[in-house]
């Protein structure tokens, strides 16, 4: 039977991506990567320490869930091929037909912040080969999502290999309640693998902007453990005390580390951040499997296509977002409004034309 509140928890989560990415934008907290604040107070930054924590964990969460309902229907040679198609397609031949775009506001953005022009700096007879090629280079964007879960699905696919006979799975069918709970020390140890010392133009920042080995433990844990029935029927049991403990452990965190860099490595291993995290993920897994597991029109376009808006939606953000601040003098309040309505509104508009282009569906959406 469908996971309908899954689907709903999935998409949701896309559009809190969505909506995170316009603040972040605008950030003024040393987050590398968008345009820079207005140069005054910013409280609507709050909403990053809300949501940065736990969203992008709870999609490899949710991923990892999805993985194993995939694999009680299909072959391990299906799960890869599909996978494959879906995730590493539009994750490299998607650079070269879309996202470079993507990487071309990208370094505009780069330069502005800079005070240089970038594009300048090449020389002319070659400056659209060159431009192109760094435009590529420049445009993974939120792709990084797509290619951890691609290596993440290879992983599974090896463990599967190992376990044939699926009795780690079987084993955590029955996890009682306080061993979920402190599932959340793995999500912790996941975190310690981030390297805190690691130099901005460094491979180990890299490192740290993928997070493949903390990204692992919640779609491994989605797969072995909230995959099950039985464990999902726990979380209902204790829907509302995670919420109120989601609720608090996250007000803590925001008054205690409100203007701190929240994508730093020491700030996403610190103890408060992760129990945060993983409250957050329980609490929410647990008031969709009990409020919304439904569906309408609306839910069903959004799970068959939150995926594809989820691809095309950076362009929307980085184009519309450096038109806004750098060619006009609109108020703030403004240019966060109109980003907000572009991102929300082009982004499945854009989806949808491209998804008509065969050749194109094929490349941005790993779609035949």
């Known amino acids: 039977m469908r996971q309908h509140w899954m689907d709903n928890l999935r998409w949701t989560t896309v559009v809190s991506v969505l909506i995170y990415h316009v603040f972040y934008f605008y950030n003024d907290k040393g987050v590398l990567g968008g345009i820079g604040g207005f140069g005054s107070s910013q409280p609507q930054d709050v909403l990053m320490y809300v949501l940065y924590p736990w969203f992008m964990m709870l999609l490899f969460l949710v991923a990892g869930i999805g993985s194993r309902y ?18 590493l397609v539009p994750s490299t031949i998607g650079l070269f037909v879309f996202q470079w ?26 400056r659209p080969i060159v431009g192109y090629l760094i435009s590529i280079l420049s445009g993974t964007g939120p792709l990084w999502f797509i ?10 696919a090896l463990l599967k290999k190992i376990d044939s006979k699926d009795k780690l ?30 130099d901005a133009a460094s491979l180990a920042s890299i490192y740290n902007g993928y997070k493949p080995l903390c990204y692992a433990v919640p779609f491994l844990l989605g797969y072995y453990l909230f995959s099950h029935q039985e464990v999902q029927e726990k979380l209902l049991s204790m829907t509302w005390p995670l919420c109120v403990a989601a609720l608090l452990s996250g007000i803590w965190l925001v008054l205690s580390t409100y203007g701190q860099n929240f994508t730093d490595p020491v700030y996403l291993a610190s103890p408060l951040c992760n129990l945060y995290a993983y409250l957050m993920i ?13 569906t309408n029109a609306f839910a069903t376009y959004m799970t068959k296509s939150s995926f594809g808006i989820y691809i095309v939606h950076y362009v929307i953000i980085v184009a519309f977002g450096y038109m806004l601040k750098v060619h006009t003098q609109l108020p703030v309040f403004a240019i966060y409004l109109i980003l907000l ?10 989806y949808e034309i491209l998804r008509r282009i065969p050749i194109v569906r094929w490349c941005v959406f790993g779609r035949k």
Do not use: D
């Open 70 to 87: 995939y694999l009680e229907k299909h072959s391990l040679r299906e799960f890869i091929r599909s996978r494959t198609l879906k995730l």
């Open 101 to 126: 775009i993507t990487g071309y506001f990208n370094i505009l953005t780069a330069g502005y912040v800079q005070g240089i022009s970038i594009f300048a700096q090449i020389p002319e007879p070659a």
């Open 147 to 156: 290619q951890v879960l691609w290596l993440l699905s290879l992983l599974l």
């Open 169 to 198: 799975w079987q084993a955590t069918k029955h996890t009682k309640h306080w061993v979920i709970l402190l599932c959340g020390l793995l999500v912790y140890l996941g975190s310690q693998t981030l390297i805190k010392s690691a």
């Open 282 to 294: 329980l609490a929410l897994m647990a008031i969709f499997k009990k409020y919304f597991n439904r």
């Open 341 to 350: 309505a572009a991102v929300l509104l082009a982004s499945p508009l854009l």
